[in-house]
């Protein structure tokens, strides 16, 4: 048998090597890659025969699985970026993340996300209840809004910065921290009854719970009062600093009426801080229900 090729010129060099031989590359579509180098080293041989028969593809195909063999691939360094642009595809709720992102060191860490090795207090089991929360706080036309107004911010993101995205340069951008905060201070009033909320946190979440997640580890998670508590001083903390900080310029910016309602909240966070240091200083048994942590 024999095949021929039109000759041609190879694109990527002098060799015909594509990207796939540069040494500390992850080509992502490596299938694709080495499938076209062979075919640019096909064509450099019928170029200089005019023909291959059978036994010159095969000895072909053995010269360049041996060069492939003898190259050094970053294996571990291209799994971990295909598995956290993976993840990318998967997040299709960015502002949902943004707000996530406030509590993050107390999620369990995995590839491509925040989180601690060790005492991860939540699990993100927890987020489909969450986000479920803040819809009902906010309402679903304003949710959908500032969905639109974050996917617009990573756009401008992607075009800046190509490849995985990072998350901590969009969150940090000021428009990001802007609806971030207009979603807190919009639910700062539900809380006015904090005990009673919280009471509300834990049962929509508990009603839907995400399946169990591999870096849970294989515990049985469920949310409580004293994690839903942590939960929202984690997500407000850097809004009470600001509160504290630059009390007039919130209150400018969101109006009085608003900051009213956020102070209140902050009063309530007080108070828990307060008895949660208490719990660690006094014996469980001096204190009413035996303590809240």
């Known amino acids: 048998m024999t095949a021929t090729l039109s000759p ?3 694109p990527d060099g002098a060799d015909g090597r594509s990207e796939a031989y540069n040494e500390g590359g992850c080509p992502l579509d490596m299938s694709r890659l080495l499938i076209m180098d062979f075919v640019a080293t096909l064509e450099q041989e019928a170029a200089r025969t005019g023909t291959l028969d059978a036994g010159a593809l095969r000895a072909q195909a053995e010269v360049f699985l041996g060069h ?3 190259l050094r691939q970053p294996a571990d360094n291209c799994l971990r970026l295909h598995e956290q642009l993976k993840w990318e595809e ?4 960015p502002f949902e993340r943004l707000i996530i992102r406030r509590f993050s060191h107390l999620l369990p860490k995995r590839i491509g996300d925040d989180g601690v090795m060790q005492g991860a207090m939540l699990s993100r089991r927890a987020i489909p ?6 819809t009902k706080m906010i309402g679903i036309d304003r949710y959908r809004a500032w969905e639109t107004a974050t996917h ?4 401008r993101h992607k075009a800046e910065r190509p490849g995985p995205i990072d998350w901590a340069d969009v969150a940090a951008r000021r428009e990001s921290t802007q609806l971030v905060e207009l979603a807190l201070i ?3 009033p539900y809380f006015g009854d904090l005990d009673k909320r919280v009471q509300w946190l834990v049962e929509v979440v508990n009603s839907h719970l995400g399946p169990p997640q591999p870096e849970d580890g294989g515990r049985v998670w469920v949310m409580d009062g004293p994690k839903a508590r942590m939960m929202l001083l984690a997500l407000y903390d850097d809004l009470r600093q600001r509160l504290r900080d630059g009390a007039v310029e919130l209150e400018a910016t ?3 009426r608003a900051m009213g ?19 660690v200083q006094a014996p469980a048994r001096d204190l009413p229900f035996g303590g809240l942590l």
């Open 8 to 10: 041609s010129v190879a």
């Open 68 to 70: 492939l063999r003898g």
């Open 90 to 93: 998967r997040r299709r709720h």
């Open 129 to 134: 209840g969450i986000a479920v929360a803040i």
């Open 152 to 155: 617009e911010i990573l756009r």
């Open 186 to 188: 919009r639910m700062a």
């Open 254 to 256: 969101y109006g009085s």
């Open 261 to 279: 309602a956020l102070r209140e909240l902050d009063a309530a966070f007080a108070r828990f801080e307060q008895q949660a240091v208490m719990a």
